[in-house]
């Protein structure tokens, strides 16, 4: 988006004398979650541009001229982190220096997990993984720190597999935090508090009006995670295996923890021992589900399950594929999660 003045000038106005009219800064954003979370700010004030499209995965991009451009232009920049997204810090630097950054994770509140290690999170499993050094205000619940990766003796034949298939990993890989952070609705609550006074601060004239949409937009949330909360409530224990480790600040949020991960966090190809792993832990623990993101090869789920009676056809992905860009995105993503778990517990 570009400035937009406000008020629109009817002719009766321009013919008085000129009125300094405030300008609504120019707003770009890495990924449809946080879109979605900024346009319920900013309202009919304005539209942030999406810097990174909507299907494509954030932790590999090549941008397209016109997304270049609405980072040059952009007068505030949002994103969720540079774990998410380190080719985006290098493009910020070079296109949007002089842009107000504003890296979502780093806001205070906001929950902070690590990585799981091992296809099957043996570790992590009734362990709460919070890491929260900065969640003082949002996690109290979560204080317990996060215990490290201790107790792997029984992966390192695994890790050993897994040596050359480490150069396809960059900062973001399977350890260290886990960057997504937008799939807690009470970290997006606590965001949606950040980005109203972000802009507020860049247009004081509509402060107010930042701030009123910033409160409606958490009091959503609020009644949709308690919604929700009550619905998963009743199929927690429910077995299922994500596609990649993406999810497990939902999980967290609602107790309905994952059973394992067939691809890494930044989602990049399994090693054949990986997979191995997983179909043993599928035979196993008697596995419900095993979910499917339609930006990720889905023939390697049919290959992998096809005959094991696993329930595959769920689609269960982070970003919102499918669903309309704007504000209504984000709280659809999460209640579209929570469906998935509910789905798969009838299977």
């Not at 493009?91 to 890296?103: F, G, K």
Request: aromatic fraction near 6%; include cysteine; charge should be negative.
């Amino acid at each position: 988006m570009r400035h937009r003045l406000l008020p629109s000038l009817s002719l009766p106005l321009m013919l008085a004398p000129t009125v300094a009219v405030a300008e609504v800064p120019s707003v770009a954003v890495d990924i449809p979650p946080v879109h979605s979370l900024v346009a319920r700010v900013m309202g009919e004030l304005g539209s942030p541009d999406l810097v990174i499209q909507s299907g494509a995965s954030p932790h590999g991009y090549s941008m397209r001229p016109s997304e270049a451009r609405a980072l040059s232009d952009a007068d505030v920049v949002f994103f969720v982190s540079d774990e998410l997204t380190p080719w985006l810090a290098k493009a910020r630097a070079s296109l949007a220096a002089d842009a107000d950054a504003v890296e979502l994770m780093e806001v205070p509140g906001t929950l902070h997990l690590t990585y799981r290690e091992g296809p099957t999170f043996e570790a992590h499993h009734h362990a709460d993984e919070a890491s929260s050094a900065h969640g003082e205000a949002q996690g109290e619940e979560h204080g317990e720190e996060h215990d490290g990766h201790g107790g792997h003796e029984a992966h390192d034949e695994h890790h050993e597999a897994h040596a050359d298939h480490d150069e396809h990993h960059d900062e973001h890989g399977h350890d260290g935090e886990n960057p997504h952070g937008w799939l807690d609705p009470v970290n997006a609550h606590t965001w949606l508090g950040a980005i109203a006074e972000s802009l507020a601060a860049q247009d004081p004239e509509h402060a107010a009006t930042y701030r009123s949409n910033a409160q409606a937009g958490q009091q959503e949330l609020e009644a949709l995670t308690e919604s929700l909360s009550a619905r998963l409530a009743q199929v927690q224990g429910t077995r299922y295996i994500v596609f990649h480790d993406a999810y497990q600040y939902f999980e967290h949020r609602f107790d309905v923890p994952a059973s394992g991960a067939i691809s890494l966090g930044d989602a990049s190809t399994p090693s054949p021992a990986r997979v191995k792993e997983i179909q043993a832990r599928v035979k196993q623990d008697d596995i419900q589900c095993v979910f499917r993101e339609p930006q990720y090869n889905p023939a390697l789920i049919d290959s992998v399950f096809e005959g094991t009676g696993v329930k595959t056809s769920i689609v269960f992905e982070p970003l919102g594929v499918g669903l309309p860009l704007g504000e209504t995105l984000y709280p659809q993503l999460i209640e579209r999660l929570g469906q998935g778990i509910l789905g798969c517990a009838d299977a």
